[in-house]
């Protein structure tokens, strides 16, 4: 996949897990964890090395990650790897100190400040993709957020940007303008996103796809009796937890996954694998951003790279017996 003029690999890591700790504060319309517990920071490093050493050059993260503690962490890891791609959000306030997100960042006045912020966490002069990090934000009010960010195209301090949103109709009103290159959505193998994937398409634009792996679930090392700890946010009740109930996977999906994990393992790959060719089979476009904390998940996931897509044949099959062959055209993968 070429990207900025540059072949890389179709596959990045995500950086949320590698955030650690961070906490819903007054305003944000949650409680309790929306981070990941068991981050390790020297793991966590020897990661993002991993990832470049098996061929991932992108790596998507945000502002709030850990409350800025995920951008920190890639510019310690990132020293001397020039050509690595980052790709950052904004639009949420937070509180660095007390790992704290407060609620949406709206004013347009406010872009400006959170790029300086970010390019400081990061030490980096330049982002590579800058998203909008709200989901069902109206578009009359985005767009004077994305002309501040066409400004700071022109200044020099991001060299695109795009919407982090599960809304295709969102992305095709503001796909005209020049530097808007990326949307990141869910999509999975329990959730197929196809209007989202015909206007990336139609806009030529890049997808990238976050929760490819269902929040783990489709990693096959979750089953009935798994209980992640009231610090993880998969245990927090949260709404983009749905993968998740009380810390516990959701039965519905284990048995979805049950019927097709002979199908995602075809010709030797392991569940990640097979679920990240899914992806690449669905669309030519895309980019998966699967989290990672430890050396051995990245690798694992760059495994997938070696196979490249699943058959079409294979991918009919999965569908068929997952419900996704009956699937409309629905915005928004839950």
């Not at 909008?132 to 695109?160: C, Q, W, Y």
Request: charged share 20%; proline share 5%.
């Amino acid at each position: 996949m070429r990207l900025f003029d540059t072949e890389i690999a179709p596959l990045g890591m995500g950086c949320w897990p590698i955030g650690g700790a961070m906490f819903a504060g007054p305003g944000f319309g949650a409680s309790g964890s929306i981070g990941y517990s068991n981050a390790d920071d020297t793991e966590s490093i020897r990661t993002i090395h991993a990832a470049m050493a098996n061929g991932v050059t992108l790596f998507d993260t945000a502002a709030v990650y850990g409350a800025g503690h995920a951008e920190r962490l890639l510019a310690k890891a990132l020293k001397g790897y020039p050509d690595a791609i980052i790709v950052t959000k904004i639009g949420m306030a937070m509180d660095e100190g007390k790992k704290m997100v407060l609620g949406m960042e709206t004013d347009p006045s406010s872009v400006p400040v959170a790029i300086d912020r970010c390019l400081a966490r990061l030490e980096r002069e330049r982002i590579d993709i800058l998203l909008l990090h709200l989901n069902d934000f109206p578009v009359t009010e985005a767009e004077p957020l994305f002309d501040a960010m066409e400004h700071a195209v022109r200044v020099g301090k991001i060299r695109s940007y795009g919407w982090s949103t599960d809304f295709s109709q969102s992305v095709r009103a503001v796909s005209h303008r020049k530097n808007f290159i990326a949307v990141e959505h869910g999509m999975n193998v329990f959730f197929d996103a196809p209007a989202m994937r015909t206007a990336v398409h139609d806009n030529a634009l890049i997808s990238l796809i976050r929760s490819p792996l269902g929040m783990g679930v489709l990693a096959g090392k979750y089953d009935e009796n798994s209980q992640l700890p009231l610090s993880d946010i998969r245990a927090a009740g949260n709404t983009v937890t749905e993968y998740f109930k009380d810390g516990r996977p959701n039965p519905h999906f284990l048995k979805k996954l049950e019927a097709v994990r002979d199908m995602l393992q075809i010709d030797g790959r392991t569940l990640v694998q097979g679920a990240l060719a899914w992806l690449w089979a669905k669309s030519g476009n895309a980019i998966p951003v699967p989290g990672a904390r430890t050396v051995d998940q990245i690798e694992g996931i760059a495994g997938a790279l070696r196979f490249g897509p699943l058959p079409t044949s294979v991918v009919r099959e999965i569908d068929d017996l997952i419900g996704q062959g009956n699937e409309g055209a629905d915005d928004r993968p839950r």
